[in-house]
Structures are given as C-alpha cells and as structure tokens.
Nanobody, 127 residues
Framework: QVQLVESGGGLVQEGGSLRLSCAAS????????MGWFRQALGKEREFVAA????????YYADSVKGRFTISRDNIQNTVHLQMNSLKPEDTAVYYC????????????????????WGQGTQVTVSS
C-alpha cells in the first residue's frame, strides 16, 4: 500500500521560511516524478513544484519561482520543498504527490496526472 506522509508545516511570519518533507513508502518509485500542490480555503488545488526521477528536471509555478526549491532523495524516498520569503498568499494545505513519468507528457503541473497523494500539511503565513 502506497503511503505519502507530509511533515514540516506550521505557522510562520511573512518573510519567514519552512521546509516541507514527504516520505513515500509501499512501492519502488523508479521513474516517478514527485510534486507538491496546494489548496487554499475556498480555492482550487494548484500546482507548486515538481521534480523528475533523477532530479534532472524541476518545474515551478510562476508564483513560487525564486522562493521555493524542490529536491528529492531517492535512497530515502523523500521529497522536500524549501520555502523562503513566504507570503500570506502562500497559506494553504500542501500536498505531496507522485506520478509515473509516462503520464507527464508535456506538463507536470496537472494534478489529474498524479497517481498517489498524501493527506496534506497546513502552512499558514501571517502578515
């Protein structure tokens, strides 16, 4: 049974930093992209960042470019999201997800392509 468990969320002041982590288990994740999405209250789920299996390619939403960095450890089956210069509009539940790279096509940003999801971790940025 595949499990994705996020951690590292919390409350932080505007301009601060948080590091989210996601531990994946239950199968091998060779050829799986790993990504982060977020959903703010009353809004649709949106893409944040993704990273390919060998970390050759990374993808970011325009809203987080230059502030967030995604990384992964294929030995530990973990993916991380370093979030710097946080803004109140970054407040959301953050979800980890994995996608077999055969589904990627031309885009890693569509949540429908992802196969497995975590339960989410809340990030709140106060102004």
């Amino acid at each position: 049974q595949v499990q994705l468990v996020e951690s590292g969320g919390g409350l932080v002041q505007e301009g601060g930093s948080l590091r989210l982590s996601c531990a994946a288990s239950g199968r091998t994740f060779i050829n799986y992209d790993m990504g982060w999405f977020r959903q703010a209250l009353g809004k649709e789920r949106e893409f944040v960042a993704a990273i390919s299996w060998l970390a050759i390619n990374t993808y970011y939403a325009d809203s987080v470019k230059g502030r967030f960095t995604i990384s992964r450890d294929n030995i530990q089956n973990t993916v991380h999201l370093q979030m710097n210069s946080l803004k109140p509009e970054d407040t959301a539940v953050y979800y980890c997800a994995v996608m077999h790279n055969r589904n990627r096509g031309t885009s890693a940003t569509q949540w429908e392509k992802y196969d497995y999801w975590g339960q989410g971790t809340q990030v709140t940025v106060s102004s």
